[in-house]
């Protein structure tokens, strides 16, 4: 689903599921829906927000938002109808529960294989965490892109792949295309061979998730993005197309650096895809347990944000969303792009 999109406006019979609207007449007009995580003090979601809690700016001008959902990542088909309710009103089939992209950077130098290694360690235990109908891709990234898995509620296959088969084997098998929703469906595996960077690679996989309705999260376990220059860290010619094709895919981008420091330079770079997309970038050397906690919690949930599409001329936009007579942290993409 699009950030800027035409979405339909009431005008006769509602039918509801899960506080979800779905409109059987419509008069189009273009909206903006925007994915934002409120977190609280202990980084629990905040789920009583109302339209009146939040204050967006579109390229610096102050717009009204018009309504705001909660989408609760326990809730079965949170974003949508089962299939048999879509099928007979003509909705759009979404999936059951939350796409979540384990995404890891390869490298063994000793700054970064302690931290891979217990970050998978990490990702493996989240598995247990999941709800029934969560779905995980599990992809890698040393010379090239590699996708292991389709989506998929095989626990134990996804283990296998992170635990055994990253680290292990040199070639991914060949992965068939699954039931909806598929990421191997729409993943292109001569543009992942030909991915020499780790932003080519977030940039394949980004036009692959756009194939795919509703938010989803690409959880990077990574030492960095960038190159580091005279002048400081600079983006991959790749970067930009990357971070659109992430942003028109609905992807949260959650950046977990392994480094084992408390700070280096190319860390800008997984804070910059972090920050762009809706996300956070977080240190994992000394606290990986407290990082994966964090993540967990910011999946919970999330608000889509719904506002009238500003009359501003087609691109890019910078976005800002700020709470008004509440507190918490807001996590929301920086940018949209019509």
Request: aromatic share 6%; hydrophobic share 45%.
């Given at each position: 689903m699009p950030s800027a999109a035409s979405l339909a406006v009431?005008?006769?019979?509602?039918?509801?599921?899960?506080?979800?609207?779905?409109?059987?007449?419509?008069?189009?007009?273009?909206?903006?829906?925007?994915?934002?995580?409120?977190?609280?003090?202990?980084d629990e979601p905040r789920r009583d927000l109302e339209p009146s809690n939040f204050r967006?700016?579109?390229?610096?001008?102050?717009?009204?938002?018009?309504?705001?959902?909660?989408?609760?990542?326990?809730?079965?088909?949170?974003e949508g109808l089962p299939p048999e309710h879509a099928s007979s009103v003509g909705a759009p089939q979404v999936p059951r529960g939350r796409l979540i992209v384990f995404f890891f950077q390869k490298d063994l130098q000793p700054s970064r294989a302690p931290g891979l290694i217990r970050m998978m360690h990490e990702a493996s235990r989240m598995l247990d965490s999941l709800h029934p109908g969560d779905l995980v891709a599990v992809a890698s990234f040393d010379s090239h892109?590699?996708?292991?898995?389709d989506f998929t509620e095989d626990r134990e296959a996804l283990r296998h792949a992170i635990k055994h088969s990253i680290?292990?084997?040199?070639?991914?098998?060949?992965?068939?295309?699954?039931a909806f929703p598929s990421l191997a469906a729409a993943f292109d595996p001569t543009a992942a061979l030909r991915a020499a960077t780790p932003e080519k690679g977030l940039l394949v996989l980004g036009e692959a998730l756009r194939q795919l309705p509703g938010a989803k999260t690409l959880a990077f376990f990574g030492w960095g993005l960038g190159r580091l220059t005279p002048l400081g860290v600079r983006m991959e010619h790749d970067y930009g197309p990357a971070a659109s094709a992430l942003l028109a895919a609905r992807t949260t981008v959650f950046s977990l650096d392994v480094t084992e420091a408390d700070y280096h330079s190319l860390e800008v770079g997984l804070q910059q895809v972090a920050y762009d997309t809706g996300g956070f970038y977080a240190r994992t050397h000394d606290f990986s347990a407290s990082a994966m906690k964090r993540l967990r919690r910011a999946l919970m949930g999330h608000y889509i944000l719904v506002f009238e599409r500003p009359p501003l001329p087609r691109g890019a936009h910078r976005v800002a969303v700020?709470?008004?007579?509440?507190?918490?942290?807001v996590l929301a993409k920086s940018q949209y792009i019509d």
């Open positions: 009431l005008a006769a019979t509602v039918l509801m599921q899960d506080q979800v609207p779905y409109v059987m007449e419509r008069v189009e007009v273009e909206r903006v829906m925007l994915d934002a995580r409120i977190l609280d003090g202990r967006v700016k579109v390229d610096g001008r102050l717009v009204a938002v018009e309504s705001v959902h909660w989408i609760d990542a326990s809730t079965p088909y949170a892109l590699k996708l292991w898995t680290l292990f084997e040199d070639r991914p098998p060949e992965i068939v295309e699954g700020d709470l008004v007579g509440v507190s918490g942290e």
